[in-house]
């Protein structure tokens, strides 16, 4: 689905290689959902934002999810009172919305999460588009400045209209969200604290499903009642 083109198979795939490792030494005890949430902590972590509580006991789900549930997460083309309604229907407030919005530090995505890219800077829409019109499936770092490291460099971006995402640019197009924008790219430690803060949250929302899921035993990539062999099987052995 296009909420997914911008996942890294690498980072998948790692959670996988995490699975085997834990269920080689504890048999199958730790959820995929578990490991990944415990692997976000740890990652962000490196960069020295301040750690954050994360619940444990999660189950994995036994199907995918509904397709109406996937197209409600914020789109690339969402405008700040989208974004807002979206995030505090799930219990998020204004500063959550911006201060995770900074995931993007260190995200990437395709190229038709932006297709429909404008804004004030036209030599940086027009460097987009040229990019893409090169490549159709390139995977475009969300900060093009700092990709690789995780700080408050995307902020800033956004302030000289940088951002690759309409939804990223939004930010600084609404009273009630351009001021976080300023903080945040004038102070990273605020950025840090809050980041830490608001992924607290993220870990803590309920389970669409409660009690009614498993540990994924064979794989990440597929419930278990499709067996150890199942529809992705050849998939990951490749990786």
């Keep these: 689905m296009p909420q997914n083109n911008g996942i890294r198979r690498n980072a998948v795939y790692l959670i996988e290689s995490i699975r085997i490792k834990v269920q080689d030494a504890c048999g199958p005890t730790v959820s995929c959902t578990d490991i990944m949430n415990l692997a976000t902590r740890e990652a962000v972590m490196h960069f020295e934002v301040p750690g954050y509580e994360v619940p444990l006991g999660l189950l994995d789900s036994r199907a995918p999810a509904p397709r109406e549930n996937v197209e409600q997460l914020p789109g690339p083309d969402f405008n700040a009172t989208q974004l807002i309604e979206s995030f505090q229907s799930r219990g998020f407030d204004i500063t959550d919305v911006v201060a995770l919005s900074g995931a993007h530090t260190i995200g990437r995505s395709s190229c038709g999460s932006f297709k429909n890219r404008f804004g004030e800077n036209a030599d940086f829409v027009r460097w987009l588009q040229g990019t893409c019109a090169r490549n159709p499936n390139h995977l475009q770092d969300l900060d093009v400045t700092t990709p690789e490291k995780f700080d408050n460099v995307y902020y800033n971006n956004l302030k000289e209209g940088k951002g690759v995402l309409n939804s990223d640019m939004a930010l600084t197009h609404d009273a009630s969200t351009s001021w976080l924008v300023d903080g945040f790219a004038q102070d990273q430690g605020w950025f840090f604290s809050q980041f830490g803060t608001s992924m607290r949250k993220m870990a803590h929302l309920p389970s669409e499903f409660g009690n009614n899921g498993e540990i994924r035993k064979y794989s ?20």
Aim: glycine letters at 10%; a neutral charge; proline letters at 10%.
């Design 220 to 239: 990440c990539f597929w419930a278990n009642l499709h067996g150890p062999k199942g529809p992705t099987a050849d998939l990951a052995a490749s990786a």
